[in-house]
């Protein structure tokens, strides 16, 4: 179903590869005579609108009772595909950690999968609070890393704390509902 939380979703989605795009090729800033600040501030600011987009689709999907099948595989989506994006891209260029790249993208990868799963199968798992208590700690994190600043190190292995403590809630949550719905 097409609606507004699913084009700011979609949305999300295509500024990604854009933003992977431009962490991976600095050289267009610096070749044209720009401060490779400029890459910085670009990656950054794109990172910053897609994030945007993910705080109004979910209030706009609740706030006009919107919320459909399609958004709530594509919205998950689209965040893991932004974050995804950054921290391969920051990883890429030697400005992350891979083992907390790893740990990170081994832990969306299992959740997604088993949000789809729930999904498929009726089980309703919300994401919790540490869900986006994680979500927030990722997203300064790649801030912190795309920005340079001081930290950002340091904040990318809280990250993968939060990340490894709200996908064994998730788990948690999922095995929880799947056992009230066998035996109802």
């Known amino acids: 179903m097409i609606n507004l939380p699913n084009l700011?979703?979609?949305?999300?989605?295509?500024?990604?590869?854009?933003?992977?795009?431009?962490?991976l090729n600095p050289q267009l800033f610096t070749d044209n005579g720009w401060h490779i600040s400029w890459s910085y501030y670009t990656a950054a600011l794109l990172f910053v609108l897609a994030?945007?987009?993910d705080?109004?689709?979910g209030y706009i999907a609740r706030e006009?009772?919107?919320?459909?099948?399609?958004?709530?595989?594509?919205?998950?989506?689209?965040d893991k595909m932004l974050t995804?994006?950054?921290?391969?891209?920051?990883?890429?260029?030697?400005?992350a950690s891979a083992w907390a790249i790893y740990i990170i993208i081994?832990?969306?990868?299992?959740?997604?999968?088993?949000?789809?799963l729930s999904i498929s199968i009726g089980i309703d798992v919300s994401a919790s609070l540490m869900g986006k208590v994680k979500t927030?700690?990722?997203?300064?994190?790649?801030?912190?890393?795309?920005?340079?600043?001081?930290?950002?190190?340091?904040?990318?292995w809280m990250a993968v704390a939060v990340t490894l403590y709200s996908g064994g809630e998730y788990l948690a949550a999922f095995a929880n509902a799947y056992q009230k719905k066998g035996n109802t």
């Not at 700011?8 to 962490?23: E, G, N, S």
């Not at 006009?64 to 689209?78: E, K, S, W, Y």
């Open 8 to 23: 700011l979703a979609l949305a999300r989605l295509l500024i990604a590869p854009v933003m992977f795009w431009v962490i």
């Open 64 to 78: 006009l009772d919107q919320i459909t099948i399609v958004g709530q595989i594509l919205d998950p989506l689209a």
């Open 136 to 156: 927030v700690v990722q997203m300064i994190a790649i801030g912190f890393l795309l920005m340079h600043w001081h930290g950002g190190d340091s904040i990318l």
């Open 84 to 95: 995804l994006a950054a921290f391969l891209g920051l990883m890429m260029n030697g400005e």
């Open 106 to 116: 081994g832990r969306e990868l299992f959740i997604t999968s088993l949000r789809t």
């Open 55 to 57: 705080f109004f689709d």
């Open 51 to 53: 994030s945007v987009t």
